[in-house]
């Protein structure tokens, strides 16, 4: 993808303050978000699922390079210019999950390995941002919409919220029938297998997916949110809080850590957690697989102690 140079120039540049850093990190970004289009998948020999497996196993050399600099960024420029430049690069990648205007005909599965790519980069981001306490950063990449302009062409609305980027994939479960897998989502799987090599633990994954989907669920219009949080499967038996929400028992760290899930008191969330338990509104599951949301928010202990 040419993206190499342009990454290890971007890594020297933010590490050491230099003052082309901006403008090394937005050629890093407009490179990779040119150059993600030699993925495009395009009749591919074989079984389709095939063919989006080894695209995404392909992509991973370059998707390890992303989260190297998401992680430089949250320790040395944490800063609104850098986490604007990131919103940008995310922005610039919806397109890929979409069918380009002059292809009228497809699958549908060939824009799947797209979807798991643009998805992934965006919970390591997230992940990145909250593993460093980068609580102001993160919460811009979810507060803030972001611009779809080919939506125009049709009088749909071209400003859509952070979970544009949690898309369907048909292949996998495609996948799961056809080599009878018996799994209960291969796309939580891959993302949970994925991880290493990244200096990002599966904990992580499952924190950024947790914020994504209650922050969903505070802002939810019509009762309901779209963000379904993949690797949560993988919480097991895993009923204490996570990190961030285990140190939010201190009202100091709650107050920087409340603007994830865009309340101001612990109680803002106590009408979502009892519709979970009355079932006005249902948690995702995968068979009869869930997750308790006041057990991984450590909701009786927030704010409690100074």
Known sequence: MGTTAMFKRCVDALKNNKAYAAGAFDEYCNCLASNLERFRLSKPDGEPDDAVVRNIEEFVPYRNEAIQLFIVIAQYSPTPEFTQRLHRLFESLIPYMKRPANVSQGSGWDLDNFRFIVHELFVYVLAVLLKHDRFDQANYLLEQQYYLPGNSEYGRDVMASFEVFRQYMESLEHRNKRLNLR????????????????????????????????????????????????????????????????????????????????????????????????????????????????????????????
């Open 183 to 306: 799994r209960l989502s291969v796309r939580a799987d891959l993302l949970k297998e994925r991880t290493n090599g990244t200096g990002i633990e599966l904990r992580h994954l499952l924190q950024a997916d947790f914020v994504a989907f209650m922050r969903g669920e505070v802002e939810a219009k019509g009762g309901y949110a779209w963000w379904w949080p993949e690797t949560l499967l993988y919480l097991g038996h895993f009923g204490s809080p996570l990190e961030i929400f285990a140190r939010s028992v201190s009202r100091a760290y709650f107050n920087r850590a409340k603007i994830l899930l865009a309340i101001e008191t612990a109680k803002d969330l106590e009408p979502i957690l009892k519709s979970y338990e009355d079932g006005s509104r249902r948690l995702p599951s995968w068979g009869s697989v869930s997750f308790d949301p006041a057990g991984l928010l450590g909701y009786k202990h927030l704010a409690t102690r100074p």
